[in-house]
């Protein structure tokens, strides 16, 4: 079974959180920023995808949106995560995209995501390896 983490950074706060699910998934998972992925993302069996908020809560739209919507119809039965950070709101981007997600006939893992505010601390660090784990588990 091949697992992926692939996700966007701006500040770094989403990048630890993809590290720890990552190693929560076990050491065969890979990972990737978003800009770094060239694979196909059917040979995926389970993929977390991580994307903070930005703007007016929306998925970061230079590179994560274009590069989300270019898979979204490859992803239906497919088991997904998905997690990020927030510095503001309440996170009205996670509750879309999971909608976006179950529209799309994802088997979606976690139904309201993971979602920190800011950099993750000790707590948050721990919630993203278990979300690993319990994910590799699924």
């Not at 992926?4 to 950074?9: D, E, K, L």
């Not at 929560?24 to 040979?43: K, W």
Request: aromatic share 14%.
């Amino acid at each position: 079974m091949k697992k992926a983490v692939i996700y966007w950074s701006g500040t770094g706060n989403t990048e630890v959180m993809a590290k720890e699910i990552a190693q929560g998934m076990g050491a065969d998972t890979e990972i990737f920023t978003v800009d770094a992925f060239h694979g196909n993302i059917s040979d995926y069996d389970k993929i977390a995808f991580g994307c903070p908020s930005m703007g007016d809560e929306v998925l970061e739209e230079a590179e994560f949106e274009p590069f989300f919507s270019s898979i979204e119809s490859k992803l239906s039965g497919k088991k997904v995560a998905l997690f990020g950070s927030y510095g503001w709101g309440d996170g009205q981007w996670m509750r879309d995209w999971c909608a976006r997600c179950e529209k799309a006939n994802v088997n979606l893992f976690n139904e309201e995501g993971l979602i920190l505010c800011g950099f993750p601390d000790a707590d948050g660090k721990t919630s993203c390896t278990k979300l690993g784990q319990d994910f590799a588990a699924y």
